[in-house]
């Protein structure tokens, strides 16, 4: 009794003592592809687009005090076609081969919708006026168009000569000879409204002409 309960022991330990046999361990698992990738360097975000300048204002500007009772910069009352494009310093229109002979005016380019802006009269050959239609041109003095007739009144104080305009009934034009002396007179032509619709400067008898050169 006791050999057979001591068999059955040692067979119970020694089933308690075996153990199963170890797996072979599997492949092992690919590494991810986020974790191989080579890393990429960040591009930098373009760089915006320039803004596009605006454009430049239609019409040409002359130079602050560059119109005188005296003629246009270096170029005086009296000046040659050359003198005056030379001063000028762009292109300048006309004459064209059927201007008449005589009297003429040379325009810059290029023209605008607004009007001419600013144009040199020639007679004979020699430079005697300038027309302005613009209200950013200032004429000597300060007197611009839009301004009224108190205005002109104001700054050429004791100077302005009042007549009838030949055209506009209620008009008028502003005469205002040179302040300093010399020949250079500066004429104003207001509307019924009595306000500055152009301007011209130039020497008598030329910058008293009505209809330019017509």
């Not at 002359?62 to 005188?68: C, V």
């Not at 494009?85 to 064209?96: C, N, V, Y």
């Not at 600013?118 to 020699?126: C, L, P, Y």
């Not at 003095?141 to 104001?154: A, L, V, Y």
């Amino acid at each position: 009794m006791r050999m057979a309960f001591a068999t059955v022991l040692l067979l119970a330990l020694s089933a308690c003592g075996e153990r199963e046999p170890s797996r072979p361990p599997g492949p092992a698992s690919p590494p991810s592809s986020a974790s191989t990738a080579p890393a990429v360097p960040a591009q930098p975000a373009p760089a915006p687009p320039a803004p596009t300048p605006p454009p430049a204002p239609a019409g040409a500007m002359p130079a602050p005090g560059a119109i005188g009772y005296a003629g246009f910069g270096p170029a005086p009352f009296g000046a040659t076609e050359e003198e005056v494009r030379m001063a000028w310093g762009k292109d300048l229109a006309g004459p064209t081969p059927d201007t008449p002979a005589g009297c003429y005016y040379l325009m810059p380019q290029p023209r605008t919708q607004r009007g001419y802006r600013i144009g040199f009269m020639f007679e004979d050959q020699r430079f005697v006026r300038m027309d302005v239609d613009a209200d950013d041109i200032e004429a000597p003095g300060g007197g611009r168009i839009g301004m009224t007739t108190q205005d002109i009144q104001r700054l050429y104080a004791g100077h302005v000569q009042v007549q009838n305009h030949k055209y506009v009934e209620g008009g008028h034009y502003l005469r205002i000879p040179n302040p300093g002396g010399g020949p250079g007179v500066v004429l104003f032509e207001t509307d019924a409204d009595g306000r500055v619709t152009e301007w011209r400067i130039g020497e008598p008898p030329q910058v008293d002409y009505v209809e330019g050169c017509s």
